[in-house]
Each structure stands twice: as structure tokens, then as C-alpha cells.
């Protein structure tokens, strides 16, 4: 389990690019991922999705939007933040 890592910007608590600034845009990016998707076939032939499942096998990484520098340790405190 990685330390979570809490910004200490103004206000406090929002996540600021250390190296261009930018504290707006951000990017999630999961490695390895398995979507699953349930299908069914109707009778004229054609799917409906049921329900899909994703598996992450990899890393999950945050980076800046605009610059894309890694912003990992930020990763914890920015899932608390998701609203
Ligand atoms: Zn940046």
C-alpha cells in the first residue's frame, strides 16, 4: 500500500502540476486491462450488451493533462475526490 500523498496547494487539497502549473486537466491511465462484455443474441440476430467487467492487472497512474508529468503520488487523494 503506497502513502497517500495529500497537495498542499491554494485552496488546500487541490492537486497543482509541479512543473507547468496546470492544476485542471488530469489523466488516469490503467495498464492491462480485461473488459469483459456480456452479450446476448436476439432472435433477429442482433446483440445486446448485458454487463462488462474490467479487471486491472497493471499500474494505475495519474498524470498532468497538459504536460504529462507523472502525478502518481497524488493518486489516493485524487480517488477520494471523484464526485
Ligand atoms: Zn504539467
Do not use: W
Not at 500500500?1 to 487539497?13: D, F, Q, W
Not at 487541490?14 to 496546470?22: D, H
Not at 454487463?51 to 503520488?73: A, F, M, S
Amino acid at each position: 500500500m503506497k502513502k497517500v500523498k495529500i497537495p498542499t496547494g491554494e485552496p488546500a487539497g487541490r492537486i497543482t502540476c509541479q512543473a507547468c502549473g496546470n492544476s485542471t486537466d488530469f489523466v488516469e491511465v490503467a495498464e492491462n486491462v480485461l473488459v469483459t462484455t456480456h452479450y446476448v443474441q436476439n432472435a433477429d440476430g442482433s446483440f445486446t450488451p448485458q454487463e462488462n467487467e474490467t479487471e486491472i492487472h497493471g499500474e494505475v497512474r495519474l498524470l498532468c493533462g497538459k504536460c504529462g508529468t507523472d502525478l502518481t503520488p497524488f493518486h489516493g487523494h485524487f480517488l477520494e475526490m471523484i464526485f
